[in-house]
Antibody, heavy 118, light 111 residues
Framework: EVQLVESGGGLVQPGGSLRLSCAASGFTFSTYWMNWVRQAPGKGLEWVAHINRDGSENYYVDSLKGRFTISRDNAKNSLYLHMNSLRAEDTAVYYC???????????WGQGTLVTVSS | QPVVTQSSSASASLGSSVKLTCTLDSGHSSYIIAWHQQPPGKAPRYLMKLEGSGSYSKGSGVPDRFSGSSSGTDRYLTISNLQFEDEADYYCQTWESNTRVFGGGTKLTVL
């Protein structure tokens, strides 16, 4: 069974940093592109970033370039999102999601809540 | 990059059928999309991949009541024999090599 379990969310002050993790199991992690998607309270889904199988390519939504970094450790079956210079508008549930061969998303984690507030 | 548009809300009666629409911009009319379901307070769930030809492939465990179809720039999700547990937000998604795009979502109410 495919499982994606996010962790690392919490309350952080504006300007602070946080690292989210996603533990993957039930599939060969190193053979899939992976994503982070976020959802602000009461809002829709927003794609944040994705990374290729070996971590050598990554892409971001334009509005976040330079502040967030996606990475992975295939030996640990883990995906990460490093978030810097956090703002109130980054408050959201952050989901880890898998990209299948056809290119969309076919599995989602349960999400981790990040709250940016003083 | 592609743009996908959805109506903000829809409603239908228990036991009836509903057809939700996702519209691609004209420059990306042939693109494949995915449909996702998000019940209130829960994580999204992948429902299906849907091609411009109307061919679709559902995710694991998705009931037969869910089907897809296409016409031009429109991609449809039809839910038959509506159940109360179908009340959720439904998102369509498309992608290019370096980006993924979500529609704004349709909130489905089962009356």
């Amino acid at each position: 069974e495919v499982q994606l379990v996010e962790s690392g969310g919490g309350l952080v002050q504006p300007g602070g940093s946080l690292r989210l993790s996603c533990a993957a199991s039930g599939f060969t992690f190193s053979t899939y592109w992976m994503n982070w998607v976020r959802q602000a309270p009461g809002k829709g889904l927003e794609w944040v970033a994705h990374i290729n199988r070996d971590g050598s390519e990554n892409y971001y939504v334009d509005s976040l370039k330079g502040r967030f970094t996606i990475s992975r450790d295939n030996a640990k079956n883990s995906l990460y999102l490093h978030m810097n210079s956090l703002r109130a508008e980054d408050t959201a549930v952050y989901y880890c999601a898998r990209t299948p061969a056809f290119g969309g998303i076919d599995y989602w984690g349960q999400g981790t809540l990040v709250t940016v507030s003083s | 990059q592609p743009v996908v548009t959805q109506s903000s809300s829809a409603s239908a009666s228990l036991g009836s059928s509903v057809k939700l629409t996702c519209t691609l911009d004209s420059g990306h009319s042939s693109y494949i999309i995915a449909w996702h379901q998000q019940p209130p307070g829960k994580a999204p769930r992948y429902l299906m991949k849907l091609e411009g030809s109307g061919s679709y492939s559902k995710g694991s465990g998705v009931p037969d009541r869910f089907s897809g179809s296409s016409s031009g720039t429109d991609r449809y999700l039809t839910i038959s024999n509506l159940q109360f547990e179908d009340e959720a937000d439904y998102y369509c998604q498309t992608w290019e090599s370096n980006t993924r795009v979500f529609g704004g979502g349709t909130k489905l109410t089962v009356l």
